[in-house]
Protein backbone atom coordinates (compact mmCIF):
# COMPACT_ATOMS: atom_id res chain seq x y z
CA UNK A 1 0.00 0.00 0.00
CA UNK A 2 1.69 3.72 -1.12
CA UNK A 3 1.61 6.01 1.92
CA UNK A 4 -1.43 8.41 0.21
CA UNK A 5 -3.43 5.19 0.77
CA UNK A 6 -2.37 4.73 3.82
CA UNK A 7 -3.04 7.88 5.30
CA UNK A 8 -7.02 8.09 3.27
CA UNK A 9 -7.10 4.67 5.61
CA UNK A 10 -6.09 6.38 8.43
CA UNK A 11 -8.08 8.85 7.94
CA UNK A 12 -11.20 7.30 7.31
CA UNK A 13 -11.06 4.86 10.61
CA UNK A 14 -10.59 8.42 12.68
CA UNK A 15 -13.65 9.85 10.77
CA UNK A 16 -15.15 6.77 11.80
CA UNK A 17 -14.19 6.77 15.68
CA UNK A 18 -15.25 10.88 15.67
CA UNK A 19 -18.57 10.06 14.61
CA UNK A 20 -19.10 6.96 17.44
CA UNK A 21 -18.32 9.50 19.85
CA UNK A 22 -20.80 12.31 18.34
CA UNK A 23 -23.86 9.64 18.16
CA UNK A 24 -22.72 9.28 21.81
CA UNK A 25 -22.63 12.38 22.93
CA UNK A 26 -25.41 13.49 21.04
CA UNK A 27 -23.72 15.87 19.07
CA UNK A 28 -25.00 17.10 15.33
CA UNK A 29 -21.37 18.27 14.39
CA UNK A 30 -18.21 18.69 15.22
CA UNK A 31 -15.84 21.77 14.82
CA UNK A 32 -12.36 21.64 14.30
CA UNK A 33 -10.31 24.71 14.01
CA UNK A 34 -6.27 24.89 13.37
CA UNK A 35 -6.07 26.51 16.89
CA UNK A 36 -4.50 25.81 20.61
CA UNK A 37 -5.34 27.91 23.81
CA UNK A 38 -3.05 30.58 22.65
CA UNK A 39 -4.44 31.46 18.99
CA UNK A 40 -1.18 30.25 17.82
CA UNK A 41 -0.74 30.48 13.73
CA UNK A 42 1.79 27.66 14.12
CA UNK A 43 0.60 24.83 16.57
CA UNK A 44 2.43 22.42 18.86
CA UNK A 45 2.11 18.56 18.39
CA UNK A 46 -0.12 18.32 20.96
CA UNK A 47 -2.83 20.69 19.28
CA UNK A 48 -2.48 19.38 15.97
CA UNK A 49 -5.91 17.86 16.09
CA UNK A 50 -7.23 18.98 12.65
CA UNK A 51 -3.61 18.04 11.01
CA UNK A 52 -4.25 14.48 12.76
CA UNK A 53 -8.13 13.71 11.61
CA UNK A 54 -8.18 15.63 8.22
CA UNK A 55 -4.53 14.35 6.73
CA UNK A 56 -4.35 17.59 5.63
CA UNK A 57 -1.05 19.34 6.49
CA UNK A 58 -1.54 22.85 5.51
CA UNK A 59 -1.20 25.47 8.81
CA UNK A 60 -4.97 26.89 8.00
CA UNK A 61 -7.89 24.98 7.75
CA UNK A 62 -11.44 24.30 9.67
CA UNK A 63 -12.72 20.62 9.67
CA UNK A 64 -16.47 20.02 10.19
CA UNK A 65 -17.44 16.67 10.77
CA UNK A 66 -20.97 15.28 10.75
CA UNK A 67 -23.32 12.20 10.35
CA UNK A 68 -22.84 11.79 6.79
CA UNK A 69 -20.32 15.15 5.80
CA UNK A 70 -16.96 16.16 6.54
CA UNK A 71 -15.45 19.56 4.58
CA UNK A 72 -12.13 21.19 5.34
CA UNK A 73 -11.88 25.35 4.48
CA UNK A 74 -9.04 26.56 2.99
CA UNK A 75 -8.25 29.68 1.83
CA UNK A 76 -6.70 29.85 -1.85
CA UNK A 77 -3.14 29.47 -0.49
CA UNK A 78 -4.00 25.70 0.10
CA UNK A 79 -5.77 24.93 -2.33
CA UNK A 80 -3.83 22.99 -4.80
CA UNK A 81 -1.90 20.76 -1.38
CA UNK A 82 -5.72 20.16 -0.33
CA UNK A 83 -6.58 18.82 -2.96
CA UNK A 84 -4.06 16.55 -3.69
CA UNK A 85 -4.01 15.47 0.01
CA UNK A 86 -7.58 15.06 0.62
CA UNK A 87 -8.14 12.67 -2.29
CA UNK A 88 -10.03 9.69 -1.55
CA UNK A 89 -10.08 10.48 2.42
CA UNK A 90 -14.28 11.28 2.30
CA UNK A 91 -13.36 14.81 3.04
CA UNK A 92 -14.75 17.78 1.10
CA UNK A 93 -12.58 20.29 -0.36
CA UNK A 94 -14.56 23.44 1.12
CA UNK A 95 -12.99 26.81 -0.82
CA UNK A 96 -12.90 30.37 1.15
CA UNK A 97 -13.53 32.63 -1.07
CA UNK A 98 -13.90 36.73 -0.40
CA UNK A 99 -18.40 36.75 -0.40
CA UNK A 100 -19.32 33.21 0.18
CA UNK A 101 -20.15 31.19 3.27
CA UNK A 102 -16.48 30.06 5.36
CA UNK A 103 -16.98 27.18 7.90
CA UNK A 104 -18.98 29.15 10.63
CA UNK A 105 -21.70 30.28 8.09
CA UNK A 106 -22.02 26.59 6.92
CA UNK A 107 -22.91 25.94 10.36
CA UNK A 108 -25.27 28.62 11.14
CA UNK A 109 -27.28 27.37 7.82
CA UNK A 110 -26.82 23.55 7.79
CA UNK A 111 -27.56 22.83 11.91
CA UNK A 112 -30.23 21.41 12.62
CA UNK A 113 -32.94 22.30 14.74
CA UNK A 114 -32.57 22.16 18.11
CA UNK A 115 -29.07 20.31 17.36
CA UNK A 116 -25.82 20.43 19.29
CA UNK A 117 -22.43 21.53 17.43
CA UNK A 118 -19.40 20.34 19.72
CA UNK A 119 -15.80 22.56 19.90
CA UNK A 120 -12.77 22.22 22.30
CA UNK A 121 -13.65 25.61 24.14
CA UNK A 122 -9.96 25.55 25.15
CA UNK A 123 -9.06 26.44 21.58
CA UNK A 124 -12.15 28.77 20.26
CA UNK A 125 -11.74 32.23 20.11
CA UNK A 126 -13.98 34.36 22.49
CA UNK A 127 -15.31 36.24 19.88
CA UNK A 128 -15.77 33.33 17.15
CA UNK A 129 -17.79 31.10 20.01
CA UNK A 130 -19.76 34.80 20.32
CA UNK A 131 -20.34 34.35 16.73
CA UNK A 132 -21.36 31.31 15.92
CA UNK A 133 -23.43 30.65 19.55
CA UNK A 134 -25.80 33.24 18.37
CA UNK A 135 -26.39 32.51 15.24
CA UNK A 136 -26.94 29.18 16.20
CA UNK A 137 -29.61 29.84 18.84
CA UNK A 138 -31.51 31.93 16.11
CA UNK A 139 -31.88 28.27 14.68
CA UNK A 140 -33.04 26.81 18.13
CA UNK A 141 -29.61 24.78 18.12
CA UNK A 142 -26.92 25.14 20.82
CA UNK A 143 -22.94 25.62 21.01
CA UNK A 144 -21.34 23.06 23.65
CA UNK A 145 -17.65 23.80 24.49
CA UNK A 146 -17.34 21.78 27.40
CA UNK A 147 -15.92 18.89 26.04
CA UNK A 148 -12.99 17.62 23.83
CA UNK A 149 -14.23 14.81 21.62
CA UNK A 150 -11.29 14.81 19.80
CA UNK A 151 -9.52 14.09 22.83
CA UNK A 152 -11.29 11.15 23.36
CA UNK A 153 -10.12 9.23 20.26
CA UNK A 154 -6.46 10.80 19.10
CA UNK A 155 -5.03 8.17 21.70
CA UNK A 156 -1.80 8.67 20.58
CA UNK A 157 -1.57 12.65 21.34
CA UNK A 158 2.00 14.06 21.07
CA UNK A 159 2.99 15.71 24.80
CA UNK A 160 3.36 18.92 25.66
CA UNK A 161 6.30 21.13 24.31
CA UNK A 162 9.22 21.21 27.01
CA UNK A 163 11.92 23.39 25.99
CA UNK A 164 13.56 25.75 28.37
CA UNK A 165 12.91 29.47 28.26
CA UNK A 166 15.52 31.89 28.05
CA UNK A 167 16.50 35.81 28.36
CA UNK A 168 16.32 38.05 25.32
CA UNK A 169 19.09 40.37 26.66
CA UNK A 170 20.56 44.02 26.14
CA UNK A 171 22.03 44.96 23.61
CA UNK A 172 19.12 43.84 21.77
CA UNK A 173 16.36 43.82 24.21
CA UNK A 174 16.64 47.38 23.84
CA UNK A 175 13.20 48.21 26.57
CA UNK A 176 13.69 46.16 30.56
CA UNK A 177 10.62 44.28 31.25
CA UNK A 178 9.89 46.38 33.96
CA UNK A 179 9.73 49.04 31.80
CA UNK A 180 7.18 47.88 29.35
CA UNK A 181 4.85 46.59 32.65
CA UNK A 182 5.10 49.85 33.46
CA UNK A 183 3.81 51.91 30.39
CA UNK A 184 1.16 48.42 30.16
CA UNK A 185 -0.39 49.36 33.44
CA UNK A 186 -0.57 52.86 32.32
CA UNK A 187 -2.70 51.78 29.39
CA UNK A 188 -4.92 49.36 32.19
CA UNK A 189 -5.36 52.80 34.21
CA UNK A 190 -6.48 54.80 31.12
CA UNK A 191 -8.58 51.91 30.12
CA UNK A 192 -10.01 51.91 34.12
CA UNK A 193 -8.85 48.07 34.52
CA UNK A 194 -7.75 46.10 37.33
CA UNK A 195 -6.06 43.20 35.66
CA UNK A 196 -5.35 41.85 32.26
CA UNK A 197 -5.38 38.23 30.76
CA UNK A 198 -2.86 37.90 28.01
CA UNK A 199 -2.68 34.39 26.12
CA UNK A 200 -0.74 35.23 23.25
CA UNK A 201 2.70 33.76 23.20
CA UNK A 202 4.18 36.44 21.05
CA UNK A 203 2.75 39.21 23.28
CA UNK A 204 3.81 37.13 26.47
CA UNK A 205 7.55 36.61 25.32
CA UNK A 206 7.54 39.83 24.38
CA UNK A 207 6.39 41.98 27.53
CA UNK A 208 8.71 39.56 29.96
CA UNK A 209 11.85 39.87 27.65
CA UNK A 210 12.05 35.93 26.98
CA UNK A 211 11.90 33.59 24.41
CA UNK A 212 12.11 29.64 23.87
CA UNK A 213 11.37 27.14 21.31
CA UNK A 214 8.18 25.66 22.01
CA UNK A 215 6.64 26.84 18.42
CA UNK A 216 8.54 26.12 15.59
CA UNK A 217 10.12 28.74 13.82
CA UNK A 218 8.84 31.28 16.17
CA UNK A 219 10.92 31.97 19.47
CA UNK A 220 8.40 31.45 21.78
CA UNK A 221 6.90 29.10 24.78
CA UNK A 222 3.62 27.60 26.08
CA UNK A 223 2.65 30.36 28.95
CA UNK A 224 -0.15 32.75 30.12
CA UNK A 225 0.27 35.93 31.95
CA UNK A 226 -2.21 37.85 34.28
CA UNK A 227 -1.08 41.11 35.32
CA UNK A 228 -3.12 43.41 37.96
CA UNK A 229 -1.42 46.88 38.78
CA UNK A 230 0.02 45.49 41.72
CA UNK A 231 1.89 42.22 40.32
CA UNK A 232 2.32 40.10 37.59
CA UNK A 233 1.98 36.19 36.88
CA UNK A 234 3.71 34.14 34.84
CA UNK A 235 1.86 30.39 34.12
CA UNK A 236 4.72 28.25 32.65
CA UNK A 237 5.44 24.49 33.01
CA UNK A 238 7.59 23.32 35.58
CA UNK A 239 11.04 22.92 34.68
CA UNK A 240 11.04 25.26 31.40
CA UNK A 241 12.38 27.86 34.11
CA UNK A 242 16.18 26.85 35.71
CA UNK A 243 16.12 28.88 39.53
CA UNK A 244 18.29 31.25 38.20
CA UNK A 245 16.02 33.01 35.88
CA UNK A 246 13.00 32.52 38.41
CA UNK A 247 15.04 34.77 40.51
CA UNK A 248 15.80 37.39 37.98
CA UNK A 249 11.65 37.34 36.86
CA UNK A 250 11.49 37.36 40.71
CA UNK A 251 13.37 40.28 41.30
CA UNK A 252 11.58 42.20 38.86
CA UNK A 253 8.15 41.47 40.57
CA UNK A 254 6.88 38.47 38.40
CA UNK A 255 5.54 35.73 40.06
CA UNK A 256 5.52 31.88 38.36
CA UNK A 257 3.13 29.34 38.69
CA UNK A 258 2.25 26.18 36.75
CA UNK A 259 0.95 26.42 33.43
CA UNK A 260 -1.66 24.24 34.45
CA UNK A 261 -2.61 26.10 37.31
CA UNK A 262 -4.34 28.85 34.37
CA UNK A 263 -8.13 27.93 35.26
CA UNK A 264 -7.68 28.32 39.12
CA UNK A 265 -5.44 31.78 38.50
CA UNK A 266 -7.97 33.24 36.75
CA UNK A 267 -11.14 31.90 39.30
CA UNK A 268 -9.27 33.80 41.76
CA UNK A 269 -9.63 37.22 39.88
CA UNK A 270 -11.08 39.12 42.93
CA UNK A 271 -14.73 39.80 42.83
CA UNK A 272 -16.16 42.79 41.11
CA UNK A 273 -12.53 43.91 39.21
CA UNK A 274 -12.10 45.34 36.15
CA UNK A 275 -10.17 42.93 33.56
CA UNK A 276 -8.32 43.53 29.97
CA UNK A 277 -9.20 41.40 27.35
CA UNK A 278 -8.96 40.64 23.38
CA UNK A 279 -11.82 38.70 22.44
CA UNK A 280 -10.35 37.69 19.72
CA UNK A 281 -6.91 36.50 21.11
CA UNK A 282 -8.63 34.99 23.98
CA UNK A 283 -10.79 31.18 24.22
CA UNK A 284 -13.88 30.88 25.24
CA UNK A 285 -12.90 27.80 27.66
CA UNK A 286 -10.32 30.12 29.19
CA UNK A 287 -12.83 32.89 30.01
CA UNK A 288 -15.32 30.56 31.31
CA UNK A 289 -12.87 30.54 34.70
CA UNK A 290 -14.00 33.67 35.69
CA UNK A 291 -15.91 34.14 38.29
CA UNK A 292 -19.44 35.97 36.83
CA UNK A 293 -18.71 39.08 38.58
CA UNK A 294 -16.00 40.38 37.19
CA UNK A 295 -16.20 42.51 34.45
CA UNK A 296 -14.73 42.53 30.98
CA UNK A 297 -12.72 45.52 29.75
CA UNK A 298 -12.70 44.19 25.90
CA UNK A 299 -10.20 45.55 23.44
CA UNK A 300 -7.13 45.41 21.53
CA UNK A 301 -3.96 43.87 24.00
CA UNK A 302 -1.55 46.73 24.64
CA UNK A 303 1.49 45.13 23.97
CA UNK A 304 0.46 43.92 20.37
CA UNK A 305 0.73 47.70 19.18
CA UNK A 306 3.06 48.07 22.02
CA UNK A 307 5.16 45.53 20.06
CA UNK A 308 4.54 46.61 16.45
CA UNK A 309 6.41 49.75 16.99
CA UNK A 310 10.05 48.78 17.01
CA UNK A 311 12.16 51.63 18.37
CA UNK A 312 14.97 53.55 16.89
CA UNK A 313 16.88 51.51 18.73
CA UNK A 314 15.61 48.56 17.60
CA UNK A 315 15.97 49.19 14.03
CA UNK A 316 19.57 49.50 14.01
CA UNK A 317 19.54 46.12 15.56
CA UNK A 318 17.04 44.97 12.65
CA UNK A 319 19.43 46.75 10.08
CA UNK A 320 22.03 44.50 10.82
CA UNK A 321 20.08 41.16 11.12
CA UNK A 322 19.23 42.35 7.50
CA UNK A 323 22.45 43.16 6.53
CA UNK A 324 23.67 39.47 7.86
CA UNK A 325 20.81 37.92 6.21
CA UNK A 326 21.48 39.52 3.09
CA UNK A 327 25.23 38.05 2.86
CA UNK A 328 23.82 34.72 4.19
CA UNK A 329 21.65 35.00 0.76
CA UNK A 330 24.48 36.47 -1.63
CA UNK A 331 26.58 33.12 -0.54
CA UNK A 332 23.81 31.15 -1.26
CA UNK A 333 22.93 32.20 -4.36
CA UNK A 334 26.51 32.46 -5.87
CA UNK A 335 26.48 28.73 -4.40
CA UNK A 336 23.56 27.77 -6.66
CA UNK A 337 24.54 29.34 -9.83
CA UNK A 338 27.91 27.70 -10.16
CA UNK A 339 26.48 24.39 -8.95
CA UNK A 340 23.49 24.15 -11.87
CA UNK A 341 24.41 22.08 -14.40
CA UNK A 342 26.97 20.86 -12.63
CA UNK A 343 25.47 18.47 -10.13
CA UNK A 344 21.95 17.50 -8.95
CA UNK A 345 20.25 20.21 -6.91
CA UNK A 346 16.82 19.39 -5.90
CA UNK A 347 13.97 21.86 -3.92
CA UNK A 348 15.59 20.33 -0.48
CA UNK A 349 18.90 20.97 -1.65
CA UNK A 350 17.86 24.09 -1.72
CA UNK A 351 16.20 24.22 1.67
CA UNK A 352 19.48 22.68 3.32
CA UNK A 353 22.42 24.72 1.48
CA UNK A 354 20.20 27.97 2.60
CA UNK A 355 19.76 26.98 5.73
CA UNK A 356 23.61 26.31 6.48
CA UNK A 357 24.47 29.42 4.75
CA UNK A 358 22.04 31.34 7.34
CA UNK A 359 23.42 29.07 10.45
CA UNK A 360 26.82 30.58 9.67
CA UNK A 361 25.79 33.88 10.51
CA UNK A 362 25.95 35.99 14.00
CA UNK A 363 23.39 36.36 15.71
CA UNK A 364 21.38 33.57 13.44
CA UNK A 365 18.97 31.41 15.88
CA UNK A 366 16.97 29.43 13.62
CA UNK A 367 14.41 29.80 10.54
CA UNK A 368 11.64 31.94 10.85
CA UNK A 369 9.19 29.66 8.62
CA UNK A 370 9.95 26.50 6.40
CA UNK A 371 11.80 27.20 2.99
CA UNK A 372 9.57 27.26 0.18
CA UNK A 373 11.49 25.85 -2.81
CA UNK A 374 9.08 25.13 -5.31
CA UNK A 375 10.20 25.06 -9.15
CA UNK A 376 8.28 25.41 -12.08
CA UNK A 377 4.68 24.14 -11.56
CA UNK A 378 4.92 24.10 -7.71
CA UNK A 379 5.82 27.74 -7.40
CA UNK A 380 2.00 27.86 -8.36
CA UNK A 381 1.14 26.54 -4.58
CA UNK A 382 1.88 29.10 -2.38
CA UNK A 383 2.69 27.52 0.44
CA UNK A 384 4.13 24.55 -1.45
CA UNK A 385 7.04 22.21 0.95
CA UNK A 386 8.78 19.99 -0.79
CA UNK A 387 8.90 16.81 1.20
CA UNK A 388 11.21 13.81 0.75
CA UNK A 389 8.37 11.65 -1.20
CA UNK A 390 7.91 14.75 -3.22
CA UNK A 391 9.47 16.91 -4.34
CA UNK A 392 11.11 18.61 -8.22
CA UNK A 393 14.68 18.95 -9.57
CA UNK A 394 16.29 21.99 -10.39
CA UNK A 395 16.70 21.73 -14.20
CA UNK A 396 15.59 22.11 -17.28
CA UNK A 397 14.03 25.63 -18.33
CA UNK A 398 11.61 27.85 -15.70
CA UNK A 399 11.43 29.78 -12.89
CA UNK A 400 12.41 28.44 -9.33
CA UNK A 401 10.82 30.29 -6.45
CA UNK A 402 12.45 30.59 -2.76
CA UNK A 403 10.28 32.45 0.22
CA UNK A 404 12.47 32.06 3.05
CA UNK A 405 13.87 33.72 6.74
CA UNK A 406 15.72 33.56 9.24
CA UNK A 407 15.18 34.36 13.47
CA UNK A 408 18.06 35.96 14.62
CA UNK A 409 18.82 38.12 17.72
CA UNK A 410 18.40 41.50 16.73
CA UNK A 411 15.23 40.92 13.86
CA UNK A 412 13.38 38.55 11.60
CA UNK A 413 13.58 38.32 8.01
CA UNK A 414 11.28 36.91 5.07
CA UNK A 415 12.32 37.21 1.60
CA UNK A 416 10.86 35.72 -1.59
CA UNK A 417 13.06 35.84 -4.31
CA UNK A 418 12.72 34.05 -8.16
CA UNK A 419 15.54 32.67 -9.94
CA UNK A 420 15.88 31.91 -13.40
CA UNK A 421 16.08 28.26 -14.57
CA UNK A 422 18.11 27.35 -17.82
CA UNK A 423 15.54 30.34 -19.99
CA UNK A 424 12.14 30.94 -18.41
CA UNK A 425 9.41 31.70 -21.18
CA UNK A 426 8.53 35.21 -22.63
CA UNK A 427 5.02 34.66 -20.48
CA UNK A 428 6.73 33.53 -16.90
CA UNK A 429 9.24 36.92 -17.57
CA UNK A 430 6.28 39.09 -17.68
CA UNK A 431 4.88 37.70 -14.66
CA UNK A 432 7.84 38.19 -13.20
CA UNK A 433 7.81 42.32 -14.34
CA UNK A 434 4.18 42.68 -13.44
CA UNK A 435 5.08 41.34 -9.97
CA UNK A 436 8.08 43.84 -9.19
CA UNK A 437 6.00 46.80 -10.78
CA UNK A 438 3.34 46.41 -7.97
CA UNK A 439 6.23 45.35 -5.62
CA UNK A 440 7.65 48.84 -6.52
CA UNK A 441 4.31 50.75 -6.40
CA UNK A 442 3.81 50.18 -2.99
CA UNK A 443 7.04 50.60 -1.75
CA UNK A 444 7.20 54.08 -3.25
CA UNK A 445 4.33 55.22 -2.02
CA UNK A 446 3.50 57.69 0.52
CA UNK A 447 0.59 57.74 3.07
CA UNK A 448 -1.60 59.28 5.90
CA UNK A 449 -0.31 58.21 9.23
CA UNK A 450 -3.15 56.17 10.21
CA UNK A 451 -4.10 54.78 7.41
CA UNK A 452 -5.90 51.56 7.85
CA UNK A 453 -3.44 49.09 6.59
CA UNK A 454 -5.87 46.74 4.08
CA UNK A 455 -6.47 50.11 2.00
CA UNK A 456 -3.20 50.40 0.81
CA UNK A 457 -3.54 46.70 -0.87
CA UNK A 458 -5.19 48.10 -3.84
CA UNK A 459 -1.84 50.06 -4.63
CA UNK A 460 0.52 46.89 -4.88
CA UNK A 461 -2.25 45.11 -7.18
CA UNK A 462 -3.22 47.79 -9.35
CA UNK A 463 -0.35 47.16 -11.86
CA UNK A 464 -0.74 43.68 -11.79
CA UNK A 465 -5.06 44.39 -12.24
CA UNK A 466 -3.76 46.39 -15.54
CA UNK A 467 -2.94 42.99 -17.17
CA UNK A 468 -6.02 40.74 -15.86
CA UNK A 469 -4.31 39.00 -13.29
CA UNK A 470 -4.80 38.65 -9.84
CA UNK A 471 -3.82 36.32 -7.10
CA UNK A 472 -5.43 35.53 -3.96
CA UNK A 473 -3.29 35.89 -0.70
CA UNK A 474 -2.82 39.58 1.16
CA UNK A 475 -0.01 41.88 -0.10
CA UNK A 476 1.55 42.17 3.66
CA UNK A 477 1.55 40.62 6.74
CA UNK A 478 3.09 42.44 10.11
CA UNK A 479 6.68 41.17 10.91
CA UNK A 480 8.20 40.64 14.51
CA UNK A 481 11.64 41.63 16.41
CA UNK A 482 13.26 38.25 16.70
CA UNK A 483 9.68 36.85 17.49
CA UNK A 484 6.83 35.82 14.92
CA UNK A 485 7.62 36.62 11.57
CA UNK A 486 3.69 36.95 11.27
CA UNK A 487 2.67 39.65 13.64
CA UNK A 488 -0.11 42.13 14.16
CA UNK A 489 -1.90 44.59 14.06
CA UNK A 490 -1.38 45.79 10.40
CA UNK A 491 -2.43 43.51 7.61
CA UNK A 492 -1.95 44.48 3.77
CA UNK A 493 -4.88 42.75 2.46
CA UNK A 494 -8.23 43.95 0.82
CA UNK A 495 -9.88 40.52 2.65
CA UNK A 496 -9.21 41.47 5.89
CA UNK A 497 -11.28 43.80 7.96
CA UNK A 498 -10.59 47.19 8.28
CA UNK A 499 -10.58 47.70 11.64
CA UNK A 500 -9.10 50.55 13.61
CA UNK A 501 -6.81 48.68 14.91
CA UNK A 502 -4.97 48.11 11.53
CA UNK A 503 -3.87 51.63 11.30
CA UNK A 504 -0.25 52.20 10.21
CA UNK A 505 1.61 53.74 12.24
CA UNK A 506 5.72 54.64 12.39
CA UNK A 507 7.94 52.18 13.45
CA UNK A 508 6.16 48.99 11.67
CA UNK A 509 7.36 46.22 10.11
CA UNK A 510 5.45 44.66 6.89
CA UNK A 511 5.81 42.76 4.19
CA UNK A 512 5.34 43.49 0.73
CA UNK A 513 4.77 40.56 -1.62
CA UNK A 514 2.36 40.24 -4.37
CA UNK A 515 2.38 37.58 -6.61
CA UNK A 516 1.13 35.52 -9.63
CA UNK A 517 0.17 31.78 -9.64
CA UNK A 518 -0.37 29.65 -12.50
CA UNK A 519 -1.58 26.52 -11.44
CA UNK A 520 -0.05 23.18 -13.18
CA UNK A 521 2.78 26.01 -14.59
CA UNK A 522 4.32 28.09 -12.43
CA UNK A 523 4.06 30.27 -9.43
CA UNK A 524 5.83 34.30 -8.87
CA UNK A 525 6.27 35.95 -5.84
CA UNK A 526 8.70 38.76 -4.96
CA UNK A 527 8.92 39.78 -1.11
CA UNK A 528 10.84 42.73 0.87
CA UNK A 529 10.16 43.80 4.30
CA UNK A 530 9.63 47.31 4.92
CA UNK A 531 9.72 49.61 7.47
CA UNK A 532 7.03 52.50 8.21
CA UNK A 533 9.08 55.77 8.71
CA UNK A 534 7.97 59.87 8.97
CA UNK A 535 7.78 61.46 5.70
CA UNK A 536 6.85 64.73 6.80
CA UNK A 537 3.77 66.79 7.53
CA UNK A 538 1.40 69.14 5.30
CA UNK A 539 -1.96 71.13 5.75
CA UNK A 540 -3.25 67.52 5.03
CA UNK A 541 -1.26 65.67 8.56
CA UNK A 542 1.20 63.41 9.24
CA UNK A 543 2.54 61.04 6.44
CA UNK A 544 4.38 57.85 6.48
CA UNK A 545 6.57 55.77 4.02
CA UNK A 546 8.28 52.85 3.64
CA UNK A 547 12.21 51.93 4.22
CA UNK A 548 13.05 48.62 2.52
CA UNK A 549 14.57 46.79 4.92
CA UNK A 550 15.38 43.70 2.71
CA UNK A 551 19.05 43.54 1.25
CA UNK A 552 19.37 41.36 -1.85
CA UNK A 553 19.05 41.70 -5.44
CA UNK A 554 15.99 41.02 -7.00
CA UNK A 555 17.69 39.23 -10.35
CA UNK A 556 17.02 40.95 -13.57
CA UNK A 557 17.31 37.82 -15.68
CA UNK A 558 13.58 37.11 -15.07
CA UNK A 559 12.42 40.27 -15.89
CA UNK A 560 11.36 42.49 -19.50
CA UNK A 561 13.23 45.78 -18.78
CA UNK A 562 11.16 47.48 -21.51
CA UNK A 563 7.99 46.93 -19.35
CA UNK A 564 9.52 49.12 -16.49
CA UNK A 565 8.57 52.58 -16.40
CA UNK A 566 11.62 55.34 -16.13
CA UNK A 567 10.65 56.07 -12.51
CA UNK A 568 10.59 52.20 -11.85
CA UNK A 569 13.49 51.40 -13.45
CA UNK A 570 15.00 54.09 -11.18
CA UNK A 571 13.45 52.71 -8.08
CA UNK A 572 15.44 49.22 -9.34
CA UNK A 573 18.56 50.52 -9.68
CA UNK A 574 18.28 52.90 -6.45
CA UNK A 575 17.82 49.73 -5.16
CA UNK A 576 20.78 47.53 -5.77
CA UNK A 577 22.73 50.73 -5.56
CA UNK A 578 22.11 50.21 -2.09
CA UNK A 579 22.04 46.09 -1.68
CA UNK A 580 25.96 46.22 -3.15
CA UNK A 581 27.00 49.23 -0.79
CA UNK A 582 26.12 47.69 2.38
CA UNK A 583 26.82 44.09 1.75
CA UNK A 584 29.54 44.65 -0.21
CA UNK A 585 31.57 44.92 2.89
CA UNK A 586 30.41 41.44 4.50
CA UNK A 587 31.09 38.91 1.38
CA UNK A 588 34.59 38.09 -0.55
CA UNK A 589 35.29 35.89 -3.18
CA UNK A 590 32.00 33.93 -5.37
CA UNK A 591 29.95 35.96 -3.26
CA UNK A 592 30.95 39.22 -4.01
CA UNK A 593 31.77 38.84 -7.56
CA UNK A 594 28.04 37.54 -7.66
CA UNK A 595 26.60 40.72 -6.12
CA UNK A 596 28.10 42.98 -8.28
CA UNK A 597 27.05 41.14 -11.41
CA UNK A 598 23.35 41.17 -9.91
CA UNK A 599 23.75 44.35 -8.82
CA UNK A 600 24.51 45.79 -12.15
CA UNK A 601 22.39 49.03 -13.24
CA UNK A 602 20.16 48.53 -15.96
CA UNK A 603 19.22 50.54 -18.55
CA UNK A 604 16.36 50.80 -21.45
Same mark, same amino acid.
Given at each position: ??????????????????????????? /??????????????????????????????????????????????????????????????????????????????????????????????????????????????????????????????????????????????????????????????????????????????????????????????????????????????????????????????????????????????? /??????????????????????????????????????????????????????????????????????????????????????????????????????????????????????????????????????????????????????????????????????????????????????????????????????????????????????????????????????????????????????????????????????????????????????????????????????????????????????????????????????????????????
Amino acid at each position: MNTQSSTQGAVKERLAAVRQVMQQEGV /SALLVPSADPHLSEYLPGYWQGREWLSGFHGSVGTLIVTADFAGLWVDSRYWEQAEKELAGSSIDLMKLQPGKPGALDWLAEQTPEAGVVAVDGEVMALASARQLEERLQARNARLLTTRDLLGQVWLERPSLPQSPVYQHLPPEATVSRSEKLEQLRAVMRERNADWHFIATLDDIAWLFNLRGSDVSYNPVFVAFALISTSQATLYVAPGKLDAALRQVLEADGIAVRDYADIHRGL /SEVPAGSNLLLDPARVTRGLIDSLPGDVRWVEGLNPTTLAKSKKSTEDLLHIRNAMEQDGAALCEFFAWLEAAQGRETITELTIDEQLSAARARRPGFVSLSFSTIAAFNANGAMPHYRATEASHSRIEGNGLLLIDSGGQYLGGTTDITRMVPVGTPSLEQKQDCTRVLKGVIALSAARFPRGILSPMLDAIARAPIWAGHVDYGHGTGHGVGYFMNVHEGPQVIAYQALAAPQTAMQAGMITSIEPGTYRPGHWGVRIENLVFNREAGRSEFGDFLEFETLTLCPIDTRCLLPELLSAQELGWLNGYHQQVRERLSPLLSGAALQWLHERTAALSI
